[in-house]
């Protein structure tokens, strides 16, 4: 199995970001809203991940990370003591970026620990795979991040306001 074989049943409802100032065109103006399809190919072929939590006394903590799209969830692992797990231990809510994408995406969502081992397996699989890795799934917490809202942004001239386009998830 490889990481284009896992599909998401649910697809988040689109709309324009509100971002006053920023002359954003309504939903049927421009480009009209990105398809959630294009957001997710683009985080699906992602090497590297941008990752943001909060550290305890409130203060942005962000590196990059490798890690899988799988059905409309980011999974990562990470160091049991490492910032980003004791961090997400303190706040889980968290901010995931694929590195070099057009349109930037951006996933706010909230992150949980996997317990699941046949979810830990299928990882191991897959980041193994992607990335030509010997990862035994004993190296640190397996995270899922599932999404609340999403961002796409395209920076093609002119484009700006008449793509940008959020999603909203429903669980």
Same mark, same amino acid.
């Given at each position: 199995?490889?990481?284009?074989?896992?599909? =998401?049943?649910?697809?988040?409802?689109?709309?324009?970001?509100? #971002?006053?100032?920023?002359?954003? %065109?309504?939903?049927?103006?421009?480009?009209?809203?990105?398809?959630?399809?294009?957001?997710?190919?683009? %985080?699906? /072929?992602?090497?590297?991940?941008? %990752?943001?939590?909060?550290? *305890? $006394?409130? &203060?942005?903590?962000? #590196? *990059?990370?490798?890690?899988?799209?799988?059905?409309?969830?980011?999974?990562?692992?990470?160091?049991?003591?490492?910032?980003?797990?004791?961090? %997400? &231990?303190?706040?889980?809510?968290?901010?995931?970026? *694929? $590195?070099?994408?057009?349109?930037?995406?951006?996933?706010?969502?909230?992150?949980?620990?996997? &317990?699941?081992?046949?979810?830990?397996? /299928?990882?191991?699989?897959?980041?193994?795979?992607?990335?030509?890795?010997? #990862? $035994?799934?004993?190296?640190?917490?397996?995270?899922?991040?599932?999404? /609340?809202?999403?961002? &796409?942004?395209?920076?093609?001239?002119?484009?700006?306001?008449? =793509?940008?386009?959020?999603?909203?998830?429903?669980?």
């Amino acid at each position: 199995m490889s990481q284009k074989d896992v599909s =998401s049943p649910r697809e988040p409802k689109a709309s324009r970001p509100h #971002m006053p100032g920023y002359g954003i %065109l309504g939903p049927d103006r421009g480009r009209g809203l990105l398809p959630w399809n294009l957001a997710r190919e683009r %985080l699906r /072929k992602g090497h590297n991940y941008w %990752l943001a939590t909060t550290r *305890p $006394d409130g &203060a942005p903590h962000v #590196m *990059p990370v490798w890690g899988l799209w799988l059905g409309d969830t980011f999974y990562f692992s990470t160091g049991q003591r490492s910032r980003k797990a004791r961090n %997400l &231990a303190a706040n889980p809510r968290c901010v995931v970026c *694929p $590195d070099g994408s057009d349109p930037a995406i951006i996933v706010e969502g909230v992150a949980e620990r996997v &317990a699941d081992a046949s979810v830990v397996k /299928k990882f191991v699989e897959l980041y193994n795979e992607k990335y030509n890795w010997n #990862m $035994d799934g004993n190296e640190g917490p397996i995270y899922a991040v599932q999404p /609340k809202v999403a961002f &796409a942004f395209t920076d093609a001239p002119g484009e700006f306001v008449g =793509s940008a386009t959020r999603w909203q998830f429903t669980y």
